[in-house]
């Protein structure tokens, strides 16, 4: 295996081990990734990129190019660009990880690892410190979301487990991986991550379905409920103690006697995104002025001052008050072009590429979900895991494609060599 793929190996391993774990952790893989991708411009590796590589790679810089020049035509502060500016930073990361795909024991084990660690300290925190909601270097909701999403990762390259040589102890390691990411977000008391699992199920039982006798399916299925039971009725976890909370909070609201609890305020900024959009549908309000158009509607009396005072909490309203239609368009776009990609390859008979495929299905179907009751793409830790897990997990699909369609002799894994010469 060539230097470069090493290289390739090791910061997709820590993309998905220290992701939550450490101080801005998620930046950590893909900013080596990014430097490594400069030497593209002397290595110049032959791609052969598809119509597929073209349309993904088209709408990840459509997404990122009208984003950054409606904030040029606004003319907001530089600060601004820091977000989108990151989408494009995942392009050249995808290049380089199809030209210099990572070993797949490296991706997968790096995500196992990562949800362990990150489950283990948010029993940790819940169970030992008496913190009520688990949490890490990020917000609350980011970590419960991103590492519910890294425990789905698991599940899916379950595929890719079973047909190791030492099979029993990856899908040990990637179940284990599975269920410690869960436990991380059910700690973390993140309600919104929850509603999309059912979505994210039948992405997973498309691809494994036909793989799992009718005793088995029964069997995970009653695993699965036996674990969510236990968590809910056990107090130490909070969880029950949360969605109780989000039923009075419901109370609350529609009597009037309290619109400012967790969900009473998301209603109250979702109604206030609403009407700014009702009134500049085409164009939007752009950066500075969704505040002060949501600031009008406070002195009005129509909302709350917090829903002046933060984004929409909904990725979907936010980008369309702000950014109006086309704002809205190239984020959906940016959900179901990939997930159309991928979901294509969700019956792949090589089941090491139906598990890179399911992975990334997973991804938009998690972040369409998340962005519900949370701007995801306004925070860093959500554009890193998006942008460039969706960069990483297509250009390895990818690349293995290749290796596999040119009938490469592969004895394992570490003698795969893509049969693009000037690449290796």
Sequence with gaps: MCTARRFTSFAVFLMGALALVVDSGYSIGPTLLLLASISLLWRKPVLNLSTEDKWLMAVIAGYSLLFIGQLWWEGTSLRTYERPVRFLFALPVLLFVLAYPPKLSWLWGGLAVGSVLTGSWAIWQNLVL????????????????????????????????????????????????????????????????????????????????????????????????????????????????????????????????????SLGARFEMWQGALTLIAEKPLTGWGWDGYYQGMQTLVDKGEVIQFAADNHAHNEYLDNFARRGIFGLLSLLALYLVPLRLFARRLTESNLELRALATAGAILPVAFMDFGLSQVFFGHNSGVMVYAFWLAVLWGT????????????????????????????
């Design 397 to 424: 699909m990818r690349a293995y494609e290749k290796a596999f369609a040119y009938k490469t002799t592969v004895l394992n894994e570490d003698d795969l060599t893509l049969d693009l010469k000037p690449n290796t």
């Design 130 to 261: 008496g913190v009520e909601r688990a949490t890490g270097y990020t917000y609350v909701i980011q970590f419960g979301n991103i590492s519910m999403l890294f425990g789905l990762f698991c599940l899916a390259g379950l595929g890719w487990a079973v047909v190791q040589h030492n099979a029993k102890r990856w899908v040990f390691l990637l179940l284990l991986g599975a269920v410690f990411g869960a436990l991380a977000s059910l700690l973390s008391g993140s309600r919104g991550g929850w509603i999309g699992l059912p979505f994210v199920f039948l992405v997973l039982y498309r691809a494994y379905g036909n793989l799992l006798s009718a005793k088995l399916r029964w069997c995970i299925m009653a695993g699965v409920l036996a674990l969510v039971a236990l968590v809910y009725f056990v107090p130490q976890t909070g969880v029950q103690a949360r969605v109780q909370h989000a039923f009075t909070d419901i109370e609350l609201y529609v009597s009037g006697e309290n619109k400012a609890t």
